[in-house]
């Protein structure tokens, strides 16, 4: 595969069915080990992989990722490293959530299993559907500690306004924002694959999951909706009192939603203990 060659930073954590961690533009593996982790302190069965990708955390950039095609180009590059045989399932989380797509269609006869989460369907931001960001909460005492960039930051996505909020956006979240080679996401941002990701969607019967909420102004939600349509083994859980980064403003929705979903691999007929 094209980019294989880029050596990427990653993490691998436990043994058994492997999940692919895709995180979301300008972030890093942090974003997904803050809410995937502690789902397995008391499960096992599962190994979980992280990475960054290339010009984002630990990664380096690469001149060569001109668009999202090249991304998905890179991802399965590293895939054929380190999951090269077998079934493996995959989280993507908003534009991972677009490249986990793009994965499960190139890998389809091995991808067991997709939850996504706030997923970007269109990369092209022209053609979203999202709502206006609705402040469902807001600590002022905390919003006034900020400095202003920070609380502009803060404020551009998240409903939910506390410092408990905070306190995760900021560790795993802006950090990663404020080292990402933005030269590159420049290049890429709004560019969409050359082939349609869903197309195979009816096809696929394995453990989906799609988490959306309906104060996403990001990617919204009506897009997510038509999106699980398409899916026949898919569940579909909305937050109402949330915005783009449910797995942070609704915790102990998401974590019932993805342990649900683990569940769903476990009793497909999977040999987790592989």
């Avoid at 989280?91 to 091995?110: K, N, Q, T, W």
């Avoid at 960001?133 to 930051?153: G, I, N, P, R």
């Avoid at 939910?160 to 933005?182: G, P």
Wanted: overall charge negative; charged content about 25%.
């Amino acid at each position: 595969m094209k980019f294989s060659d880029i050596e990427a930073f990653h993490d691998i954590k436990g043994t058994g069915l492997p999940i692919l961690m895709i995180h979301a533009f300008s972030l890093d593996h942090r974003v997904m080990t803050g809410c995937m982790e502690p789902l397995f302190v008391n499960r096992t069965g599962f190994q979980r992989i992280y990475f960054d990708m290339p010009g984002m955390g630990m990664s380096p950039s690469c001149d060569d990722i001109q668009d999202s095609q090249d991304m998905l180009d890179f991802i399965c590059g590293f895939i054929d490293r380190v999951i090269p045989t077998g079934d493996f399932a995959i989280v993507g989380e908003s534009y991972g959530g677009y490249l986990a797509r793009g994965v499960a269609y190139r890998y389809r006869e091995r991808c067991t299993g997709m939850l996504l989460i706030c997923p970007v369907v269109y990369f092209d931001r022209s053609k979203r559907t999202v709502p206006e960001l609705k402040v469902l909460e807001e600590d002022t005492m905390l919003l006034s500690e900020l400095s202003m960039l920070d609380a502009e930051d803060f404020q551009s996505s998240v409903v939910l306004q506390t410092r408990e909020v905070w306190e995760r956006f900021n560790a795993e979240i802006l950090s990663a924002v404020r080292q990402a080679d933005f030269g590159l996401l420049e290049r890429i941002r709004d560019s969409e694959f050359s082939f349609d990701p869903d197309e195979y969607a009816s096809d696929f019967n394995q453990p989906t999951a799609i988490l959306l909420a309906r104060y996403d102004n990001a990617v919204g939600y009506l897009d997510g909706i038509e999106l699980f349509k398409k899916f026949p083994a898919a569940s579909l859980v909305v937050s109402n009192y949330s915005g783009h980064n449910i797995q942070i403003e609704q915790p102990e929705l998401f974590n019932a939603a993805t342990n649900a979903w683990l569940d769903q691999l476990k009793i497909s007929g999977i040999d987790l203990e592989k």
